[in-house]
């Protein structure tokens, strides 16, 4: 009986440890789990937004009643989810607004509300747009001595404001993009290939995230 009862005593000893053993891997399971979900879920990297070609084939100041522009414009504008479990969600249009000296001339719709991207995907929004006369009233007689003093140089200082509100998955909160692109623009001579100008690629910089975002 002694020799029994030392062998049970021993096999509850090593069932008990082995229990033991089994719920400190479930606590560290479940403590991994939380700070996967936590990296994952509990903060949101803004997207990062690049123009990373463009051609301006006109630009000129319209003969019109009220200040605007005539030009062609050809851009590659490259929106990045960083986030690596986040889907983003359009909740308003993401639009593109094209600034002279500080004042809008147009504005490109670039995806519609409802819009998804992915976890860590990537979309190229390749935009071309132009007109004849594309108003720009607030330019007034500062901008368009500052238009003169650009065109005498063939290169334009031409801004583009990425906007929009986007919401992420298991999230409640919808943030704002805001976005702006400063370009460095060389007009193409005419009968001069748009692809024989140098463009250098841009970063956009995006304004300060709100709370939760």
Known sequence: MGVFDDGCGECCSSWKDFCWCLLCIAILLAIALIVVLVVAFGFVVQPSITVDDASLTRLALAATPTTA????????????????AMSMKNVEPLEAAYRFDGQQFDRIQLADKGAKQGPK?????????????????GLGNAGVAEFKKENATGTFEVEVGVTGKVSYTARITKCKIEATCKLKLQLAPPGQEPAAVVFQKAKCKLAKAEKNC
């Open 69 to 84: 522009l005539a030009y062609n414009l050809s851009l590659a504008l490259t929106f990045r989810n960083r986030n690596w």
């Open 121 to 137: 995907k990537t979309v190229v929004y390749r935009l071309s747009s132009g007109s004849d006369a594309a108003a720009a009233p």
